[in-house]
């Protein structure tokens, strides 16, 4: 396997700092008992027929499919997303085998199979177990800045947070994540859900996510669950930004919740 001198180095730099070796093949990824493949496969592979593809949605960096056996392929998923996923243990659906694409006599890590877990529909949750759902989004995201993990994620929402078959709720989609540890943060290169955006971090220019990103954009995606509306929808957002505007607080009935989400979107840079 070959690849590219920025994807090694991208990708050597994240491994050295949460202590990997970056190796040709890829590492073992975590495995689970029913899953028949090796740690890696590629585009040919019979379980990656297009005839068998179901397709699932569109993510930030390429296309999501459900696959034979109940799994999810993730397309152009980089070396560097990889060691990232991994490193973000529980808090991540985990990569189950490595999908290479074989381009110009070379195999290029293309894709990831993973867990195939239940999409969060934040309008389908009951009034009285939002609280709750809340709860584990906030410990979820907290527990992937703090010292086990040291993430940001860099594009909270909810629609990267699923429910996998152990009843857990985690985050997937971290092609825009970094290390918070990684001082070479300035080469980061990712996307972003403009929706989710924190007027600090500036529009349309806007430089690698912060921890107080990840907060405000959980602040919005809380909003999100208890009013079970879309956020900012059809706004001009570059607009919404330069103003410091945000979702209007006064549609949360809950006086705690209010203020939970009140100061994260304080913090970053909403005028509320």
């Not at 994807?7 to 949460?18: N, T």
């Not at 006599?105 to 009951?126: Q, Y």
Request: aromatic content about 8%.
């Amino acid at each position: 396997m070959q690849l590219s001198e920025k994807d090694l180095e991208d990708a050597q730099r994240v491994a050295d700092l949460v202590g990997l070796t970056l190796e040709e093949p890829p590492p073992v990824l975590p495995r689970i008992p029913n899953l028949r493949l090796p740690a890696a496969i590629t585009t040919e592979h019979e379980i990656l027929h297009p005839k068998t593809l179901e397709f699932l949605g569109l993510g930030n960096s390429g296309y999501v499919y459900k696959c034979p056996g109940g799994f999810a392929y993730k397309t152009q998923a980089s070396q560097r997303e990889a060691h990232l996923i991994k490193a973000a243990g529980d808090c991540a659906v985990p990569p189950l085998s490595r999908v290479m694409r074989e381009i110009d006599g070379v195999l290029v890590p293309w894709g990831l199979i993973m867990e195939l877990a239940t999409p969060f529909d934040f309008k389908r949750v009951p009034a009285e177990e939002r609280k709750a759902v809340k709860g584990e989004m906030v410990s979820l995201v907290e527990r992937l800045h703090g010292s086990e993990f040291g993430i940001v994620h860099g594009d909270i929402k909810p629609a990267n947070f699923v429910r996998c078959r152990d009843g857990r709720l985690r985050l997937c989609d971290f092609d825009s994540a970094r290390l918070i540890a990684d001082e070479k943060a300035e080469g980061w290169e990712g996307f972003v859900s403009e929706r989710y955006l924190a007027p600090s971090r500036g529009f349309p220019e806007y430089g690698p996510p912060t921890v107080v990103d990840d907060d405000y954009a959980l602040a919005i995606s809380v909003w999100e669950l208890f009013t079970g509306k879309d956020a900012l929808i059809d706004e001009d957002m570059e607009q919404v930004l330069k103003e410091g505007g945000t979702v209007d607080l006064d549609e949360l009935e809950d006086d705690e919740i209010r203020d939970f989400v009140r100061k994260r979107l304080r913090d970053g840079g909403a005028k509320v």
